[in-house]
């Protein structure tokens, strides 16, 4: 009995811990030298996530509003657009969440960038 209550906790905190891993939503931030990053990460009931990143620096600004769906350990985001190009790629850290942007610069200025490393807000 004290087997299969033990196994019964242990599969509980591996399946928490990789639904964690995964979950993306929340409001992230990074400020440095006058350069601001946010993410705005929120879950939809379908599984896939609404995703605002908003960059700015004096004389450069940028937004990026659109949807993703994780693949894999990743949430990949594309924009409302269906013929654009622009993707957004998040993976988790010990913090947050890192920014890989491909194919955004109409969406952002040449002096700023969707890239970066943002800590989540508590």
Known sequence: ???CAL????CALT???AAN????????TS????????????????GTYKVGV??????????????GQIEGAKLIAHLNE???ACRLTMSRTATGIRIDENGCFAWHGP????????????
């Open 82 to 84: 269906k013929d654009d």
């Open 7 to 10: 196994a019964f906790i242990l």
């Open 54 to 67: 908003y960059v700015g620096i004096e004389g450069c600004s940028g937004a990026f509003e659109g949807v």
């Open 1 to 3: 009995m004290r087997a």
């Open 21 to 28: 891993a995964t979950d993306f939503a929340g409001k992230y």
């Open 31 to 46: 400020a440095r030298g006058g350069y601001s990053q946010e993410a705005d990460i929120t879950a939809a009931a379908d």
């Open 15 to 17: 399946f928490t811990a």
């Open 111 to 122: 002096s700023c960038s969707f890239d970066g490393t943002l800590r989540k807000r508590k």
